[in-house]
């Protein structure tokens, strides 16, 4: 039992290849995560108070990267982007497919958190002379943060889960490595640590999450 | 004494077909304290709005006498900004609407919070402050705009007698040193109390104010009356 499934030496062997994998995996989270957010952003400010033709666009696009699965999409981007000329690596096949998918759910959680400042917030700034960037920038986007930090959070949890997806289009990232040490080696050892080390950096963040949304919930 | 720093001619304003108020003008000297009184409904928070820019009039002109030295308003629920300090409430629009540096903002800043009795509270966040703390935040923050007038949206509404005596007070501050104050309210204590001249907005007209003995007292105009005393009909009382 434990020679199958905890094999020290079958680890160490490993061991190399699976650490190259999770930096890989790291890289493309953080990326994916962060141009996610970006996108997000954006989109939000656009679906708010961008011109109605863009915030048609905002719509449709936020509802159907909700609505396509990740791996559908990876496999579009990886597979079927080629045939119109534009072939991308795994990684920014990776990289793309994620921050879409991602860019449509903050988005979604931006929006809300904006909406829930108090439409008097915004008046308050009116009536201090401020203009409307400036409003935005230092009287609403802070408050909405706040709001939108646990979501965001929880977001991005799932964003990292997801680049496990990347292995399917042969990107070496940490569960692609762990397979492939475990068929060389004829062992699941490879594949038990990887999943130790998922739940290593995302139980943490998990749990991060709990205490923001627990902290938000009581009044300050 | 014929000074005047803000004046309001022939504003109308509705809502669709609701009219709130037409043909309404008024005038305000510096320093001068003016109170609106008026059923609910009657538009006195919409007239501010309007006389703010918040809200478009449909017809009438506004016109200041100074137009460097703005408006402030103080709404009924202070709308102090939750992830700013006190000091932080009062140095943003200094800082951002009139781009002055941050030394100077914050002195400004604690000269208005002084003038308001708070500058030892200038690090507090605003959930930390009583309801009168944070409406004394509110006008510090557009008292430090430097403006020629402050309106006043049910400034009484949250305040306990004690608290009203002390926000009197600071308005007599501020119209000791010119600032012209215009006050809508259901306080007519506080009418009766702080105000230089007091006024009526009902059925969209603006009675001509008064000072305040006289608009309380038995020569007020018919209509004062019957909204100062409601339940004394000049016909034959209907209870016993």
Known sequence: ?????????????????????????????????????LGGLALALLGLYGPAPLRAFVRAYVDVFRALPVLVLLILVYYALPFVGLSLSAFAS????????SSAYTSE?????????????????????????????LIVLPQAFRLVIPPL??????????????????????????????????????????AGLYLLILLPLVAMVRRLERRLGRPS | MSAVVLSLRGARKAFGDDELFAGLSLELAPGEHLCLLGPSGAGKSSLLRCIMGLEALDRGMLSLADPTAGLGLVFQDFRLFPHLDALGNVTLALRAAQGLGAGEAEERALDALAQVGLDAFAGKMPGALSGGQQQRVAIARALALRPAVLLFDEPTSALDPERTA??????RGLTARGVALLTVTHDLAFAEHWADAVALLREGQLTMPLPAVRFFGPEAPAAVRAFLSPGVAPEEPSEP
Do not use: C, H, Y
């Open chain 1, 109 to 137: 959680i931006v929006r809300a958190g904006i909406e829930a400042v108090p439409e008097g917030q915004s008046e308050a700034g009116r009536v201090l002379g401020l203009s409307f960037p400036q409003i935005l920038r």
């Open chain 1, 94 to 101: 990776a990289t793309l497919a994620l921050a879409a998918v």
């Open chain 2, 166 to 171: 002390e926000l009197g007070a600071v308005l």
């Open chain 1, 153 to 194: 959070t929880g977001n991005s949890i799932n964003v990292l889960k997801d680049t496990a997806l990347a292995s399917v289009v042969a990107m070496p990232d940490l569960l692609k490595q762990a397979t492939q040490a475990q068929a060389l080696e004829a062992n699941p050892t490879p594949l038990i640590a990887a």
């Open chain 1, 1 to 37: 039992m434990l020679e199958t499934f905890f094999n020290g030496e079958v680890l160490l062997r490993a061991w190399p290849l699976l650490w190259e994998g999770l930096l890989l995996t790291l890289q493309l989270g953080a990326l994916s995560i962060v141009l996610g957010w």
